[in-house]
């Protein structure tokens, strides 16, 4: 267990749908990760947040956006959702700005249809 | 763009047999690399991790090596086992950069 936890597990839904993810970080890791994996796909870059303030940005669509709120949890919002971002949404977190390890929870896996 | 890329998708091995996976980088600006290893349905778990000034690095049962000369890095499993199965993936992080960047990962399957 590597006490970063993400809800929901799984989660299906329509096009044009909008979503949200959850994800409490480990115990007082102040910087929280969200990752994007496809079918048979590496794990893609969204975005990084350091004790509330958004740090670093990837690949991440317009019609997602994230947020990490004072208690340290963040959430991944999808909307307008298409068939294509079916995938599996990791969040990890680590203690300081991203100089070490990752810690990652187990994902939330969304199905679009 | 520059990307962490791993030379096989997949590898087959013997239990009991050692275990090579190998990952080519392109950024001579990463200062940090790690492995992890993605059992089916779960998130990625750390394996080992090394520093742009080390060039070796053991764990129980896994060694990582990282040749800078010609941007490879490494993963030596040892004595692999069934419960090794899993998709390995290497990731590095630039100077001044915050997040990993993954390559696509290996699978690997340990045959009885």
């Known amino acids: 267990d590597s006490g970063v936890t993400q809800t929901p597990k799984h989660l299906i839904t329509a096009t044009g749908q909008r979503v949200t993810l959850r994800c409490s970080p480990r115990?007082?890791?102040?910087?929280v990760y969200w990752y994007q994996q496809s079918l048979d796909q590496g794990l893609q870059f969204l975005i990084q947040?350091?004790?509330?303030?958004?740090?670093a940005k990837g690949n991440i669509l317009e019609r997602f956006s994230a947020q990490q709120f004072p208690d340290l949890h963040s959430e991944l919002n999808l909307s307008s959702l298409e068939l294509g971002d079916s995938a599996l949404y990791f969040c990890?977190?680590?203690?300081?700005?991203?100089?070490?390890?990752?810690?990652f929870g187990e994902g939330s896996r969304l199905t679009v249809l | 763009g520059e990307s962490v890329g791993l030379h096989l998708p997949t590898l087959s091995v013997q239990e009991g047999d050692n275990s090579i996976i190998n990952c080519a980088y392109s950024?001579?600006?990463?200062?940090?690399f790690i492995w992890y290893k993605q059992e089916s349905g779960k998130g990625p778990q750390f394996i080992i991790d090394?520093?742009?000034?080390?060039d070796k690095r053991q764990g129980q049962r896994v060694t990582v090596l990282l040749n800078k000369t010609v941007k490879h890095l490494s993963l030596q499993i040892a004595a692999t086992q069934p419960g090794d199965s899993a998709v390995y993936f290497c990731?590095?992080?630039?100077?001044?950069?915050?997040?990993?960047?993954f390559g696509a990962g290996t699978t690997v399957t340990v045959r009885a």
């Open positions: 115990s007082g890791d102040l910087s």
């Open positions: 090394i520093r742009s000034n080390m």
């Open positions: 950024n001579s600006a990463s200062d940090y």
């Open positions: 990890a977190s680590s203690a300081g700005g991203g100089t070490g390890e990752l810690f």
């Open positions: 990731a590095e992080k630039y100077v001044g950069d915050y997040k990993l960047s």
């Open positions: 947040y350091y004790n509330g303030e958004e740090r």
